[in-house]
């Protein structure tokens, strides 16, 4: 029975509550406190928020368990605290964040000494930051009184919780007012500028890498920021503070004054490389009305590269000698050298301005002749794929550097804006020289100093030797002929097009030849190679019941399946696109009998009535199977007394290309009756002009299965009938609608139209009933309608 089961819903955290001196660990004990607490439990909640509980649960988060605890329970109630006072309950937020006292006892965790226990740390950022977000100014407020608090932050900024703490300030302070002066009250105390202090070879890895994290979420927020706000209040302090000339050379001091340790080195790198980001502003993938209009790239400050700009030399110099590195062991044998994690993001660097396009730069960099560098770099670690992209990343700026230098030029400064008009004159009147202009030093330097178009030759070469010998392919093959194809592809339509075709004329008649041969056969063939799928998806079936449908329609029956799958259909609105006429072309042509007959034409069955075919026999043992005429001579005949008609009006569907014919009639109910009337009705409206002559049916749509069955084997679908040639199955003759009353009148004698007065049907007779279109249409001419 029903009551044999414990269905009681009564949790046992109420049983416990009933206690006179229950405890906080007794309840915390309870699997369910937590969903009990969040179900808003209020016995519950009033015993949280009693004083000594609020206390006792702060406590847990921010004191370490005693040491002789199991370790599996140690950290039990601290999570257990940690998920009650976060669980976004109203009633715990409020005592929490408008108690001083409890929030003394909460900031207290920072004045322990480094390094903090990770997991209670990240119990204690979680904590705050619900409270920021909660209860953002009471919380604002009580950190701002405290002076030592970003001290206390940064002396703990190598536990990841305490750096994220810092970007919860940054980012989850609303509204917008409220966060610029959180922003503010930030840049006062120069909290940008103590990170960049912690990137220096004498700070621990832990600090510089949090510290170079924490800088980068910084500029990607305020970027991000100042994109989704259409009424930023102010700019970013933080941000402007970071992209100052200032700021970026005091980071690049850090990283090469004194000794050069490459957690430094790679540190100082990514804030940089977060600076000359020119990735998309708004949110990628969603549409709003903050985003529209903001869809081109973020410009880089030119303060940043300004600040860059005189320690290239020392990049460069970094890339020959990195610091020292252990040999490694590899897949393919030991390294002596490794590449190391510095020279691969001095190469990200070196991509990332080579994208900016700045003439300055550029020139330092051909005077340097670090591209040549990295080439070299390219062809000796052949099994870095992380620096061959860096590489092709670097050959693909230099070749798009036409295309980029005009949107640059529009929003730098005023020296770089002033030969855009000369440019254009130049353009009008003469040309000069390619290599005066400052995008195709770049491009003059990476063909004839750095020799690429025979280096791809050299080192295609050397592989295909390789491989001959039967060694193995070189790891590098794949970037190489992306490089090779991309600049094939910019030496037929690409920015510096003229300048590259120029180059290569430039080369020795050998070369140029071996470089010709190269594209037209080497390169293409690899390209073909590479395109071709792996495995082939033709005749690929999910299941044998597809195969089976497929036997069961061979090349000869063709014809067959496609009527077959036209009969099987649904009447759906792309149905009624591809076979019929829609609402619009009723209303705007149904009184226009000029309209051109179009649509039908588009349905194509080409059936030839003059010969038999497997397909026409296959065809009336379809119909004959599908369609069983009612044959049962014991029951009444239903259709006994209905009216017949006779195909004497055949000659009205002369207008449509059939032939006229006289001795075939057919059985017409009154329910097919007014289907042809509508069908009728609606071929009027695309009728040809009455002075074009009529042009044949290409293909008329068979009746629909319902009407097939009860109208019997007596229909009979007519395609592509020539004018001229016989039928050889009787046809059904059709009425033509109400619109050619009305176009008699205007035009009786017009060749291929039918004329009234020669109709005599044969209900018509002597001794045989009167039909109703009959009557209608001596009313009619009479005046009676």
């Known amino acids: 029975m029903f009551w044999k089961f414990d269905l009681n819903t009564t949790s046992h955290v109420d049983k416990l509550l009933d206690k006179e001196h229950v405890t906080l660990q007794e309840l915390m004990d309870e699997d369910d406190i ?55 309950v ?22 322990h000494e480094p390094p903090l226990n990770p997991l209670l740390a990240s119990f204690f950022s979680k904590t705050i930051g619900n409270l920021i977000a909660r209860k953002t100014e009471q919380v604002i407020m009580f950190l701002k009184k405290k002076d030592k608090f970003i001290n206390l932050v940064l002396k703990h900024v190598g536990t990841s919780a305490l750096m994220d703490l810092l970007l919860r300030l940054v980012s989850c302070v609303e509204p917008a007012g409220l966060r610029q002066e959180v922003l503010l009250w930030l840049n ?55 992209e100052s000339q200032d700021c970026v050379e005091q980071l690049l001091k850090n990283m090469f004054n004194g000794d050069q340790t ?111 560098l990295l080439l070299d770099l390219f062809f000796k670690y052949s099994w870095n794929n992380f620096l061959h992209l860096q590489v092709e990343l670097c050959i693909a700026a230099i070749l798009s550097h036409t295309a980029r230098e005009e949107p640059g030029e529009a929003r730098g400064s005023q020296s770089r804006a002033e030969p855009l008009p000369g440019n ?32 791809i030759l050299e080192a295609w070469e050397a592989n295909d030797h390789t491989q001959a010998a039967g060694g193995m392919r070189r790891g590098n093959m794949g970037h190489l002929t992306r490089i090779a194809n991309a600049v094939v592809q910019n030496l037929e339509r690409g920015p510096v097009q003229t300048h590259i075709s120029e180059v290569i004329r430039g080369l020795p008649a050998d070369c140029r030849g071996r470089w010709e041969s190269f594209v037209e056969e080497t390169l293409t063939e690899t390209n073909r190679k590479n395109t071709v799928d792996l495995v082939s998806t033709h005749h690929v079936h999910s299941s044998s019941e597809d195969e089976d449908i497929e036997g069961a329609f061979p090349s000869e029956l063709s014809l067959q399946q496609a009527f077959s799958e036209y ?30 007959f179009d649509r039908i034409a588009e349905i194509n069955f080409n059936i030839s009535a003059d010969e038999d075919s497997p397909s026409a026999a296959l065809f009336e043992a379809c119909c004959s199977d599908r369609i069983q005429p009612f044959d049962d001579e014991e029951e009444e005949d239903i259709w006994e007394d209905k009216e017949m008609r006779c195909a004497a009006r055949a000659p009205a569907r002369a207008r ?94 017009e060749k291929g139209w039918a004329k009234f007065t020669d109709f005599q049907p044969f209900c018509c007779q002597p001794g045989l009933p009167v039909c109703l279109e009959c009557v209608c249409y001596q009313e009619g001419s009479s005046g009676g309608l």
């Open 188 to 242: 006062e105390e120069r909290i940008i500028q103590r990170l960049v202090e912690l990137i220096h070879p004498s700070q621990d890895e832990d600090r510089q890498s949090n510290a170079s994290q924490a800088l980068c979420d910084i500029v990607r927020l305020g970027r991000d920021q100042g994109s989704q706000l259409q009424e930023a209040l102010e700019p970013d302090p933080l941000l402007t503070t970071l």
């Open 656 to 749: 449509f290309g059939a032939p006229h014919t006289s001795d075939c009639c057919s059985w017409s109910g009154p329910q097919h009756r007014v289907q042809d009337r509508k069908v009728d009705s609606g071929a009027d409206g695309d009728a040809p002009g009455l002075d074009t002559p009529p042009a044949p049916v290409q293909n008329e749509g068979p009746p629909m299965e319902a009407d097939s069955e009860a109208a019997g084997a007596a229909w009979t679908a007519v395609f592509d009938e020539p004018v001229n040639s016989t039928p050889v199955a009787p046809g059904v003759a059709r009425d033509v609608g109400s619109s050619v009353w009305a176009a008699s009148a205007s035009a009786p004698e």
């Open 424 to 455: 254009e004159n130049r353009n009008l009147e003469a040309p000069q020289p390619p290599a005066s202009l400052p995008e195709n030093t770049m491009v003059t330097h990476l063909f004839q100093k750095c020799c690429l178009v025979q280096r």
């Open 567 to 596: 009969q099987i259909q649904q009447m759906t609105a792309n149905f009624v696109d591809q076979f019929g006429f829609n609402d619009e072309e009723f209303a705007d042509q149904d009184d226009n009998i000029n309209a051109p």
């Open 90 to 111: 109203p009633q715990i937020s409020d005592r929490l964040g408008g108690d001083e006292s409890l929030l003394s006892l909460l900031y207290d965790f920072l004045d």
């Open 34 to 88: 937590l969903q009990e607490c969040k179900a808003q439990n209020q016995k519950l909640l009033d015993f949280l928020c009693r004083q000594q509980c609020m206390e006792e649960l702060v406590s847990l988060i921010t004191q370490d368990p005693p040491l002789d605890m199991e370790e599996k329970v140690r950290f039990k109630y601290p999570n257990t605290a940690c998920e009650l006072l976060t669980c976004d």
């Open 262 to 372: 490459e957690s430094c080195l790679v540190s100082g790198m990514q804030v940089l490389l977060t600076l000359l980001e020119t990735r998309r502003a708004g949110t990628e993938g969603l549409v709003d009305p903050f985003s529209q209009g903001l869809e081109r790239p973020c410009a880089v400050s030119s303060s940043v590269l300004h600040g860059i700009e005189p320690w290239l030399k020392d990049f460069h110099q970094l890339l020959l000698n990195p610091p020292k590195k252990k040999a490694i062991l590899t897949t393919i044998g030991v390294l002596e050298e490794p590449l190391g994690n510095t020279r691969l993001h001095g190469a990200r660097l070196m991509a990332a301005l080579l994208h900016t396009n700045t003439p300055s730069i550029n020139q330092e960099l051909c005077r340097l002749n670090t591209m040549d």
